[in-house]
């Protein structure tokens, strides 16, 4: 009998290769005799364990303002700050949702 913590090895190998292999999880556990709930039980673990062992990350934000750029953007306040990510760049106002901002740095972190 395998261990939990081998099983749920296993199981994070099984969800990596659907998802890598573009099969939805009904057609992967039809093709594999698993039901769904236990599909489910396991990728919650999963995502459990990887979101526990996340690390945050952190990158320096330097604000790169010039004469054009405060000349041409009225609307951005002195209290505003932008972020530059490749070639995307967003201003972030001072009245900023911190949850929105988590939110579009998580995206941003996946391109």
Request: with cysteine.
């Amino acid at each position: 009998m395998k261990s939990k913590a081998e099983t749920l090895q296993l199981w994070e190998q099984r969800i990596k290769e659907r998802v890598q292999n573009g099969m939805t999880i009904g057609e992967w556990c039809e093709k594999n005799g698993v039901s769904k709930y236990r599909y489910n039980y396991w990728n919650k673990r999963v995502r459990e364990k990887l979101k526990a062992g996340e690390e945050p990350t952190f990158a320096e934000v330097t604000p790169i303002l010039s004469p054009v750029d405060t000349a041409s953007q009225n609307s951005v306040l002195s209290s505003d700050f932008q972020i530059s990510f490749k070639s995307i760049h967003v201003t972030v106002p001072s009245n900023f949702n911190p949850a929105a901002l988590a939110r579009l740095m998580k995206v941003l972190q996946e391109l």
